[in-house]
Every structure is written in structure tokens, then in C-alpha cells.
């Protein structure tokens, strides 16, 4: 059955396609997620594409998120990836073409550039679409852009500029001329059957060629743009051929916007998967695998296993140094996980991770682990601890005050919080006081929370509380796991704060007696 409605292989209903939306910024959380660090990763080399603002427009319904996991997966079929890579491919050569036609002073070789870049574009949708045919395409987004390449490519339109193309090349092709060159004058005349001396001299000049010799000629730059001279040939040129060149003139004005809309749109969103199955295959020879989530819009029943930081990942993997990896679950009336701990254990690792995987998910991306089930939120926020800025004229606690109140004003039920080290800067007794009131409100919103705190007394604080923390080596409470497992709080992440504070740590007294 051929496909008429197709619009956008990211977009389900096309109705992002622009983008989402005209050209949306940076959403406040990835700071604190480090989820900048992973976009600007993964759109690193393709900045001709401008992928972020995909990146940005998270998805908010399950149809969507699917959508894009089948068209994911036949790229990773090896003959659909390398189809539209080719694709691609001729398509950067195009506007390579188009971008140095731009810079040419000389109309003539401006249209010439111009009638290169759009016979690359004829030759590359052919040969994208006649490939696609052959293949075994399995997501809805690529059978539909397949149907809609077919009848395109049979259309009276495409049919048209592909030949109208081909019999310009050919006709320019034909255009033979001669330059006489006597001193300072160039004289340029039609070809008339003159004999081409250049194999006669060869021939005259081979039997003193004794093997291999040093070639001395000099490479002359090939410039893009003619001189002086070469304009006045081709200007004799013109006026020796002028119905070819006047062929070039209509032909340049008339098919200014000869890119299709629809094919122009693929070839820049299908970089999105392109790139993010090219930067997770960094991860493969480190044994970190990316899977498919499981996400729902309803359901708040969530795990994953075998999952890590990505932001981190990618840091350590290059240096060859070893990558923690975690799991989660939450299940039933369970909503909040709190994590306590000792500091430097990987508590805010743990939170950057929950809060990129259930992003991530939310673009339709694979995501870092073994497997997870996720659930789709309408919004993503963080209260991780900031500087003091001077401008508010407020001090660390107002201020974190301040910022969660705001959260729990715009949160609803589908919402995400992370709070990392929240209200740190006060005493016990207020963090516990605050933190307990924090904690009341999200359990009455139902919102998705990881609570990173030093305050052990939270993570017992109902039934939709869920303990988490941070470990250490047993015989050498100094050295981190970095592993983060569901069990009760040790009653020791306040006073290990305290100590890290005033250097009384194991690690710290030991250095200060060695000494």
C-alpha cells in the first residue's frame, strides 16, 4: 500500500517537525543533569544539521517514543544504515556544491556549480529510493518516507529536472573550443576537427624514457574561483555557444527551489539517529550496553538495571577507566527514592543518571543499561545546590527555598523532581524540619522524585519512600563502591558531612598523622 501521509520520520504526526516549535532553548535542568555535555557530544561534527533543538522538544506520548524506536531499529540493520549514509553523504556534497556557488563572483560558473549540485540531488534520491525498495523496512516511519520517495521519484516533476539536467551536462559536455596564444594575445576559436598532438608527442618522446625518473613538475593550485583570464575565454565561449549557456541561464533561474521540502526534512532529521547510534557504539568495547525502554505515560512502576551516567560515561570510557553501573525499582505506592551516604560515594552520579535516563527515554532514544522500564513525564526539574548570586540579595537557604517552592507550585503528577544535596547550607534540625515538608508535598503531587540528602531520618518517611545509599568497601570504609543499593540509611550521612566539612574524615586524619 503506498504511503501519501508522510511528514517527518521523528515526528509521528509531523507537528514537530519544524523543530518543535519555531527554535526552543536549552531546558533549565541540563546543567545540573550534565545532559549539555552529552547533546553537545553526540551533535559534535554536525553542527550543519542543527540538532539541538530536537534534542530540546521532548516527547510526551508512548505512540511517539515507539515511533522512533522502529525507525531506530532499522537502522541498525547494517543495509538500511548504510542506504541513507550513502544518502547523506551526496547530500553534504550538494551543499558543498550549493555553498561554493554562492561565493563565485562569475554567473556562468555559479550556474555550472549550481547544475552539479542538482544533478548530486537527482542522483542521490534515485538512488535512495530504489535501495529503500529493496529493503526489508519495518518501522511505519520508513516504509511511509519509502512510499512517499517512490512516487516521488515517478513523478512528472522529478522525471523532468532529472533529464532536463542530464541533457544540460551533456550539452555543455560537447562545447569544444580552441585558444591560440601568441605573446601576449589569447585568441579562442571554435573547434574544427584540429588534431590532438598531445599522444603524437608522447609517442615521439617515449623511447627516451629510461624507467623511473623524479618528476619535477610543480602542482598548480586548482582554485575555485577563474581569473582574469579565463573569464574572457569564457566569454568568447559563450558567444561562440550561446544556446547551451542560455539553456544554463533558464535553467538556473528556474528551478531555484527544485529541493523537496519532505526530502530536505529527512535528510537533517535522520542525523538525529544517525548520531546517537554512532556515539553509543563508543560505549560497546567497555561492555556498556544501551537497550530499548519500556515507558509508559500512566504507569510509575519503573526499573532499570545495568544503567549509568552518560555525562560520566563518556568521560571515563576514552581513558579506559571502569564505569559503575546501577539499578532501581520502584513498584506499588513507591514514588520517592531517597539516597544518603557517605560523600564522593556517587549519590549525585545516581541522580544525574535517573534524571537523563527518564529524559533521554522522553526523546525516543535508546537508553543507557541492561533494560528499564520508564515513565513519561510532562516535565523534568532539579534543585541542585547553587553559588549565592549577589543580584537576589538573598542568602543560600532563602534561596533554596525559594527554588523549590517554585517546583512544587508548576509540578504535577507527571512530573519529575531530582533534588541533589538540597538545604545542605542549614543546620540538622531545619533540612530535617524542611526536608520532611518537601517530601509531604511530592508524595501529595504523586510526582517521581530522587531525593539526595545527608538527612537519614527522610528516607523512612512513608510508605512512598524508598531508602537508597551509597556504599563503601567493608573493610575499608574510606574507599568507594559507587554503587547505590536499596537499603535502610546507616543513621552515619550527617555525621560523615560533618567530618568531611572539618576534615576529619579517615582519609583526611590519615594523611595529616602520616605526615
Known amino acids: 500500500m503506498v504511503r501519501l501521509d508522510f511528514q517527518s520520520i521523528l515526528f509521528l504526526d509531523g507537528s514537530g517537525a519544524d523543530g518543535g516549535g519555531g527554535a526552543p532553548e536549552e531546558p533549565e535542568f541540563f546543567g545540573d543533569l550534565n545532559l549539555d555535555q552529552v547533546v553537545d557530544s553526540l551533535t559534535s561534527g554536525r553542527e550543519e544539521y542543527d540538532l539541538k533543538p530536537f534534542l530540546y522538544t521532548p516527547l510526551h506520548d508512548v505512540a511517539s517514543v515507539r515511533y522512533r524506536h522502529e525507525v531506530f531499529r532499522d537502522l541498525e540493520k547494517g543495509s538500511v544504515f548504510r542506504a541513507v549514509d550513502a544518502f547523506a553523504e551526496r547530500m553534504r556534497g550538494m551543499r558543498r556544491l550549493l555553498a561554493q556557488a554562492e ?30 525498495a529493496l529493503l526489508d523496512l519495518e518501522s511505519d ?52 576537427g584540429e588534431a590532438d598532438y598531445s ?96 515507558v509508559s505515560d500512566r504507569s510509575k512502576e519503573i526499573e532499570a538495571y545495568g544503567t549509568f551516567d552518560l555525562a560520566l560515561a563518556n568521560k571515563l570510557v576514552p581513558e579506559g577507566a571502569t564505569v559503575v553501573c546501577n539499578d532501581f525499582k520502584l513498584e506499588g505506592p513507591e514514588r520517592l527514592l531517597v539516597v544518603t551516604g557517605p560523600n564522593q560515594g556517587g549519590k549525585t552520579t545516581f541522580a544525574r543518571m535517573f534524571g537523563q535516563l527518564h529524559y533521554l527515554a522522553s526523546l525516543g532514544l535508546p537508553v543507557p543499561g541492561g533494560g ?8 523534568l526539574y532539579t534543585h541542585f545546590e547553587k553559588e549565592e548570586d549577589l543580584a537576589t540579595l538573598r542568602g543560600k537557604f532563602e534561596d533554596e527555598l525559594t527554588r523549590i517552592h517554585a517546583i512544587l507550585q508548576e509540578a504535577t503528577s507527571d512530573s519529575i523532581i531530582i533534588m541533589n544535596e538540597s538545604f545542605a547550607s ?90
Request: charged share 30%; proline share 4%; hydrophobic share 40%.
Open 426 to 515: 542549614t543546620t540538622l534540625m531545619d533540612a530535617r524540619f524542611v526536608g520532611t515538608k518537601v517530601i509531604a508535598q511530592i508524595e501529595k503531587l504523586g510526582s517521581l522524585c530522587v531525593y539526595v540528602t545527608f538527612v537519614d531520618e527522610l528516607a523512612s518517611h512513608s510508605e512512598a519512600t524508598v531508602s537508597m545509599a551509597s556504599t563503601v568497601v567493608p573493610h575499608n570504609p574510606a574507599e568507594r563502591t559507587y554503587k547505590v543499593v536499596r537499603k535502610p540509611a546507616d543513621g552515619l550521612a550527617y555525621a560523615a558531612a560533618i567530618a568531611e566539612k572539618y576534615g576529619l574524615t579517615y582519609e583526611s586524619v590519615r594523611r595529616r598523622v602520616a605526615r
Open 103 to 132: 561565493k563565485l563572483h562569475n554567473v556562468r560558473q555559479k550556474e555550472r556549480w549550481f547544475l552539479d549540485a542538482v544533478d548530486l540531488y537527482c542522483a542521490a534520491t534515485a538512488e535512495l529510493a530504489g535501495g529503500l
Open 141 to 192: 516511519g520508513f516504509r511511509a518516507f519509502s512510499d512517499y520517495l517512490a512516487l516521488y521519484t515517478r513523478s512528472e516533476e522529478f522525471a523532468s529536472l532529472g533529464e532536463e539536467t542530464r541533457k544540460l551536462k551533456e550539452e555543455l559536455a560537447e562545447v569544444r573550443y580552441c585558444v591560440h596564444i601568441k605573446g601576449n594575445r589569447v585568441r579562442v576559436t571554435a573547434y574544427d
Open 372 to 379: 528499564a522500564r520508564l515513565f513519561l513525564p510532562d516535565r
Open 199 to 294: 599522444a603524437e608527442v608522447e609517442r615521439t618522446f617515449a623511447k627516451f624514457k629510461q624507467g623511473a625518473v623524479k618528476d619535477h613538475r610543480v602542482k598548480l593550485p586548482d582554485w575555485p574561483e577563474m581569473n582574469h583570464v579565463e573569464e574572457r575565454v569564457l566569454e568568447c565561449v559563450v558567444r561562440l555557444y550561446p544556446d547551451p549557456f542560455r539553456a544554463l541561464d533558464e535553467y538556473y533561474s528556474g528551478h531555484r527551489d527544485y529541493l523537496d521540502g519532505t526530502i530536505g526534512a529527512f535528510d537533517r532529521e535522520v542525523q538525529l539517529y544517525i548520531a546517537y547510534l554512532e556515539y553509543s557504539r563508543r560505549f560497546a568495547a567497555a561492555g556498556l550496553p544501551f537497550c530499548y525502554p519500556e
